[in-house]
């Protein structure tokens, strides 16, 4: 009986404690990039201070070429001066490329950044037409 009486008693100091009109808030948690599981669904951001322009030439046929593990068809470019033709591994975003023709394309070149989740095989430049400077039918 006695245990009862003292276990009843310590119930009540408990209950009373807590029932002073205050309520217990807790603050929100905030998560930093480091300890996101999962990556964020935002596209990269190209990064201003990188950027450049650069003048490509780009031959009027593409080649076979590997992008990562599917082949591909890849158009053959020429930076600057250059005298050997290249493949191009990217894209030129704003570039309607048209078999037949041979371009000179004025093209920025930023880097991208990707934070702490860049993809394995995402492209680490972005290339964006400026300006057409010329279009050139060639013989076949």
Known sequence: MKKTVFA???ALVTLAACKDGKTETTEPT???TEEQATPP???P???????QIITLTVADHREDCVGGVAKQKC???K????????????QIEGF???EGFEYKLEVKVEDMNYGDHAPADAPTVKYTLVKEI??????K
């Open 8 to 10: 009843l008693a310590i």
């Open 75 to 77: 158009m053959l470019v």
């Open 79 to 90: 930076e600057g001066e250059a005298t050997e033709w290249e493949l191009f591994y990217n």
């Open 41 to 43: 669904t935002e596209e």
């Open 96 to 98: 309607n490329y048209e």
């Open 45 to 51: 951001v190209a990064t201003k201070e990188l950027e």
């Open 134 to 139: 010329s279009k050139e039918k060639k013989a």
């Open 30 to 32: 905030t998560t930093t």
